[in-house]
């Protein structure tokens, strides 16, 4: 699932909607409400007497208090990233430009930093905007990274960027960690490790962060605090270090878990989390999950509750359904009762968007490719 979301964050680029999909086989909405059910968590595994909550609030005078997210991109040096209005031409197999054809057009695109733009130690997978927050325009996107390699160590990060549309982007990275509790000679001390998650989709909604994390011994949903962001001391480690001070391999800034919804011993084990984002559209808020694995794509369903809240009106899912003989979905939208598709690009397949709109009923539509995301 990684190469054409890697082009899409890589570029930002929007791509034209395709025809209605031909291949589903969805129940309809009522068919198969509630068979999947999470479990929420509200503390870490090793310290189930601490909660999350906590240990965030003994932390924050420690840390000098919260950093609003709007002030993450100005209390230090952001990073500079390039506005781009054109996308080489590539061939097939999408790896080597073509200098005898014209470049593809983009509406709206920026290319990451420095390293961030060829980095192989970080994979960006999700994107969400302070419109799916709280319906305002979107003026701040929110981007999901995972570590691989070197970097698989510390987990996962989000970006903070700064939209403009007609000028050059800037953002901030914010290491995502877990509040620990850990034991000293002199008792115990509140405290914060990387994170193991596998950070796919995410949405942000009021002022929570959710993460897909498709990791096989903990699959579901992570819950972060966007008004708990903390400015930590830049150097190497993570955590409180000997000389009194916090780190976080390197970043300025640390975002804390304050939740989770966990799949791994619940009715949901099996349903990879892969992706997740957010239906404003229907009587109630509802996140809609779904999943990258062979020739078909699982979805579900959860309410929300209101945005001071953020959290889900109930574990129990407020719909399922089976997209059969449906590969390579990268993501997945719901919108006044429409499914929409990112699949990927693979050497005999372009990628396309595709859409689909209920029912038991198989559609049969013509497929464009979306040359604008590539793989």
Same mark, same amino acid.
């Given at each position: 699932?990684?190469?054409?979301?890697?082009?899409?964050?890589?570029?930002?680029a929007?791509?034209?909607?395709a025809?209605?999909?031909?291949?589903?086989?969805?129940?309809?909405?009522?068919?198969?409400?509630?068979?999947?059910?999470?479990?929420?968590r509200?503390?870490?595994?090793?310290?189930?007497?601490?909660?999350y909550?906590?240990?965030?609030?003994?932390?924050?005078p420690?840390l000098? +208090?919260?950093?609003?997210?709007?002030?993450?991109?100005?209390?230090?040096?952001?990073?500079k990233?390039?506005?781009?209005?054109?996308?080489?031409?590539?061939?097939?197999?999408?790896?080597?430009?073509?200098?005898?054809?014209?470049?593809?057009?983009?509406l709206h695109?920026f290319?990451?930093? +420095?390293?961030?733009?060829?980095?192989?130690?970080?994979?960006?997978?999700?994107?969400?905007?302070?419109?799916?927050?709280?319906?305002?325009a979107?003026?701040?996107?929110?981007?999901?990274?995972?570590?691989? #390699?070197?970097?698989?160590?510390?987990?996962a990060?989000?970006?903070?960027?700064?939209?403009?549309?007609?000028?050059?982007?800037?953002?901030? #990275?914010?290491?995502?960690?877990?509040p620990?509790?850990?034991?000293?000679?002199?008792?115990?001390?509140d405290?914060?490790?990387?994170?193991?998650?596998?950070?796919?989709?995410?949405?942000?909604?009021?002022?929570?962060?959710?993460?897909?994390?498709?990791?096989?011994?903990?699959?579901?949903?992570r819950?972060?605090?966007?008004?708990?962001?903390?400015?930590?001391t830049?150097?190497?480690?993570?955590g409180?270090?000997?000389?009194?001070?916090?780190?976080?391999?390197?970043?300025?800034?640390?975002?804390?878990?304050?939740?989770?919804?966990?799949?791994?011993?619940?009715?949901?084990?099996?349903?990879?989390?892969?992706?997740?984002?957010?239906?404003?559209?229907?009587r109630?808020?509802t996140?809609?999950?779904?999943e990258?694995?062979?020739?078909?794509?699982?979805?579900?369903?959860?309410?929300?509750s209101?945005?001071?809240?953020?959290?889900?009106h109930?574990v129990?899912?407020?719909?399922?359904?089976?997209?059969?003989?449906?590969?390579?979905v990268?993501?997945?939208?719901?919108?006044?009762?429409?499914?929409?598709?990112?699949?990927?690009?693979?050497?005999?397949?372009?990628?396309?968007?595709?859409?689909?709109?209920?029912g038991?009923?198989?559609?049969?539509?013509?497929?464009?490719?979306?040359?604008?995301?590539?793989?």
């Amino acid at each position: 699932m990684d190469t054409t979301r890697r082009t899409i964050l890589r570029g930002m680029a929007a791509a034209p909607v395709a025809a209605a999909v031909g291949g589903l086989a969805l129940p309809t909405e009522a068919a198969a409400a509630g068979r999947y059910r999470l479990k929420g968590r509200s503390a870490p595994r090793w310290a189930p007497g601490h909660s999350y909550r906590s240990v965030i609030n003994r932390l924050n005078p420690l840390l000098g +208090g919260p950093v609003p997210v709007a002030e993450v991109l100005t209390r230090t040096p952001a990073l500079k990233a390039t506005r781009v209005t054109q996308w080489p031409a590539r061939d097939d197999d999408g790896t080597k430009p073509r200098p005898d054809s014209e470049p593809e057009k983009l509406l709206h695109a920026f290319r990451w930093a +420095g390293d961030d733009f060829v980095t192989k130690e970080w994979r960006p997978q999700g994107i969400t905007t302070n419109y799916d927050a709280n319906g305002s325009a979107p003026r701040t996107l929110l981007v999901s990274w995972y570590g691989r #390699h070197g970097a698989s160590r510390q987990g996962a990060r989000i970006s903070i960027v700064k939209w403009d549309a007609a000028g050059d982007p800037t953002y901030q #990275h914010v290491l995502l960690v877990e509040p620990n509790r850990v034991r000293t000679e002199g008792g115990e001390r509140d405290d914060f490790i990387g994170t193991d998650l596998h950070a796919g989709g995410i949405v942000w909604y009021g002022n929570k962060l959710y993460v897909a994390d498709s990791t096989e011994t903990r699959p579901g949903l992570r819950v972060f605090d966007l008004s708990r962001i903390f400015k930590v001391t830049r150097g190497p480690g993570v955590g409180r270090q000997p000389d009194g001070t916090y780190r976080a391999y390197g970043y300025d800034y640390v975002l804390p878990q304050c939740y989770a919804y966990d799949a791994s011993g619940s009715t949901a084990k099996g349903l990879t989390f892969s992706q997740v984002s957010l239906d404003r559209t229907g009587r109630r808020p509802t996140l809609l999950v779904s999943e990258f694995t062979g020739d078909h794509c699982r979805l579900a369903r959860w309410e929300l509750s209101g945005e001071r809240s953020g959290y889900l009106h109930s574990v129990k899912s407020a719909w399922e359904g089976t997209a059969n003989g449906e590969d390579r979905v990268q993501g997945a939208v719901r919108a006044n009762g429409k499914y929409y598709f990112s699949a990927s690009r693979t050497s005999e397949n372009p990628g396309e968007l595709r859409s689909w709109s209920g029912g038991r009923a198989r559609e049969s539509a013509s497929r464009s490719s979306t040359s604008a995301v590539r793989t």
